[in-house]
């Protein structure tokens, strides 16, 4: 408990004491000049967490730690002038307006960046995304931090470039400029953004109409699939419903708010506890408390797997990661706790009120550690034996809706508060179901989830080395906002195992080809339409839609790019004439061939999937002329132009047989 009241100087008078303050080198000098007669000022580092190099954007500065001893009112005085400068060297280190524009992203199309940017900084969401972050600084640094969704130099309503603007002391305009600079980095390669809702808010979206109409069959499914559900058996055996109470039993424990304090006191005292019990306690607090959602590693591996693993002499493996993250012993199991903050204005994270509320259970925190991107607080550093030290994660709501791509099936899960007999998907993957995930966790093999690159080899590598077994890829393209019809995902053409394929063989056309640039393409309305069509087809071809995936060239154009990636292959804008076989949409069998119809700067292909039917069989250089054919003959589905190599033509006449899957602009 503390007490706020105006303070008289008589009070502090004759009062010895230290004081420990964080300052960056620049500002060292100065305080030491202004107070070094009053108080002793040195250099200290409080021990080796404080001596590691942050990387806030601004290396040449790094932050330190000085240590105040002298009178108490002179120390107060002190880090007054530091934190509130009024006068002086301190006010030019501390008083410059510092902001940062957000640059179109070079990986992502113009369209793309406006879905991006008009989400996240659009008047509705913005109060939801970033105000978590900057109630943070406005109630711990009184820092008022401003945004303006136009506010760079340049921008306009169409291709908009927004601005954050600062005033602050330069240790906390490095942190906040980190932070800045890391969301710039996730935003420019998000191919587009979700705004996560707690699961109290995703039942409002479900009932309250959009713009005055209900939200959409496919939106409603996905937001289904976001919200707990109850923990089934994932079999009818005996020892798969044993399994699930353990899980539920588990789930309770962190999210239960009715759990009396004494169980919790106990779990991080009692004669039972462990490392394990411990990061329960922390967790529940965290979610019962303060509304968060935990995620990743710790569902996975305790909750849902219920596998500990204590290194009896790991101990604390350092500050080595990122920018001197806390490092755990990687054979703990589990890992540390990965938390989500809610993205709402009525629930903002109190650190202080967290880190006291912890205190109450004998839970202490033996450091904190900021970057750009996470808040870590490490507990139990220096614990061996049957404890030992975890770490608890922090993530802000604005990199959160840039994460809407996933890694593994096995990590997309999330606990909440009160939903004691339930899990929920953290990404809602249509492909995915709850049941499937625990089933995968309990044998311990997973799905990768994401278009491989240096760091998804990293992962992979790291999930096999820990006993689990890689099932298969199954990479998944989040889906567009409503208002917008594609999403383009940037591919590693070197690591990616599709990517791969698709490379080398463009690579080997003859005279040599280099890759520019490669895309996943995701279009969720064309995937419905061409669904319905594959099954339609199927129906009338002996149930066999004979679908191939094959190569279209074109010359590359905005328009041409967003025509074909937003609406497919429109036959409104199919043409004769040249294409001897009629008005249609054209496919080869052979790379070569598409290759020859692309003869802009950079070349431009599409790798496709066509479901082709029951094909009408034409060669090319007969008698005949088909070049004003707008349909097939009755009782086929599309034409396979024979003779005009090299490979064969498959052309179709109905827009939906065929949906883009892969870019790739290629010199």
């Not at 994932?234 to 588990?250: L, T």
């Not at 069989?617 to 034409?639: C, F, I, M, N, P």
Request: with cysteine; aromatic share 10%.
């Amino acid at each position: 408990m503390s007490l706020l009241t105006p303070y008289d100087p008589q009070w502090l008078t004759g009062l010895k004491c230290t004081s420990f303050i964080r300052c960056t080198a620049r500002e060292e000098p100065v305080v030491k000049a202004k107070f070094g007669s009053g108080v002793a000022v040195s250099k200290h580092w409080e021990d080796a967490s404080n001596a590691k190099q942050h990387q806030f954007g601004r290396a040449s500065s790094p932050p330190g730690v000085l240590k105040l001893e002298g009178e108490a009112l002179k120390i107060f005085e002190a880090e007054l002038v530091l934190l509130k400068p009024t006068d002086g060297d301190l006010v030019q280190l501390n008083q410059a307006v510092i902001e940062r524009v957000v640059p179109f992203a070079a990986d992502l199309d113009p369209k793309t960046h406006k879905m991006n940017v008009d989400h996240l900084f659009g008047q509705e969401h913005k109060r939801e995304v970033f105000s978590q972050w900057i109630k943070q600084w406005r109630n711990t640094k009184q820092i008022t931090i401003k945004i303006d969704k136009q506010g760079g130099a340049g921008s306009t309503p169409d291709a908009p470039l927004p601005r954050f603007q600062w005033t602050a002391r330069e240790e906390d305009a490095m942190l906040i400029d980190g932070a800045v600079q890391a969301f710039i980095r996730f935003l420019s390669q998000c191919a587009t953004t979700e705004v996560t809702h707690q699961p109290d808010t995703l039942w409002e979206n479900m009932a309250v109409p959009v713009d005055g109409k209900a939200a959409g069959c496919r939106d409603l499914a996905l937001l289904q699939l976001a919200m707990p559900q109850k923990v089934l058996p994932v079999d009818g055996s005996e020892a798969a419903q044993e399994a699930c109470e353990k899980i539920r039993a588990r789930v309770a424990a962190i999210t239960d708010s009715k759990r009396p304090r004494h169980e919790i006191w106990n779990a991080v005292n009692g004669p039972e506890a462990n490392r394990t019990s411990r990061m329960e306690a922390v967790a529940w607090v965290a979610i019962t408390k303060f509304n968060v959602r935990v995620e990743g590693g710790f569902i996975r591996d305790w909750v849902v797997g219920g596998q500990q693993n204590i290194v009896p002499n790991g101990g604390f493996g350092g500050y080595t990661g990122y920018g001197g993250r806390p490092e755990i012993h990687d054979q703990y199991i589990p890992q540390d706790l990965d938390v989500q903050l809610p993205a709402h204005e009525h629930h903002i994270f109190d650190m202080s009120r967290f880190i006291g509320e912890l205190d109450q259970f004998g839970v202490t925190v033996s450091d904190v550690h900021v970057d750009g991107f996470l808040t870590i607080l490490l507990f139990d550093r220096d614990e061996t034996g049957k404890f030992g030290p975890f770490t608890f994660e922090i993530n802000q709501p604005q990199f959160a809706a840039c994460q809407t791509n996933l890694d593994f099936d096995v990590n997309n899960l999330y606990v909440a508060k009160d939903f004691t007999q339930d899990l929920g998907m953290r990404v809602p993957v249509p492909f995915l179901n709850l049941r499937d995930i625990i089933k995968n966790v309990q044998r311990q093999q997973f799905i990768v989830c994401r278009g491989r690159d240096h760091q998804m080899e990293g992962r992979v590598s790291k999930r096999i080395a820990r006993g689990w077994q890689h099932m298969k890829d199954q990479v998944y393209v989040p889906s567009p906002a409503s208002d917008f019809g594609a999403v383009r995902l940037s591919v590693d053409f070197v690591h990616d195992p599709q990517g791969k394929d698709i490379a080398q063989i463009i690579t080997s056309l003859p005279g040599g080809r280099k890759i520019s640039r490669m895309f996943r393409i995701q279009t969720p309305n064309l995937e419905e339409i061409y669904k319905g069509m594959k099954q339609q087809i199927a129906q009338e071809n002996n149930g066999d839609p004979n679908e191939r995936f094959l190569w279209h060239g074109t010359n590359a154009s905005d328009d041409i790019i967003d025509g074909i990636c937003s609406r497919g292959f429109d036959n409104r804008f199919w043409t004769g004439g040249a294409h001897v076989f009629g008005y249609g949409g054209y496919f080869a069998t052979d790379v070569a061939k598409a290759d020859s119809y692309s003869n802009s700067s950079p070349k431009l292909l599409f790798y496709c999937k066509v479901v082709c039917g029951n094909a009408e069989e034409l060669h090319y250089g007969g008698q005949a002329d088909y070049s004003e054919r707008k349909a097939t003959e009755e009782g086929y589905h599309s034409v396979l132009g024979l003779d005009k190599g090299p490979g064969d033509e498959v052309i179709i006449f109905r827009y939906g047989q065929a949906v883009p899957i892969f870019m790739i602009e290629y010199q």
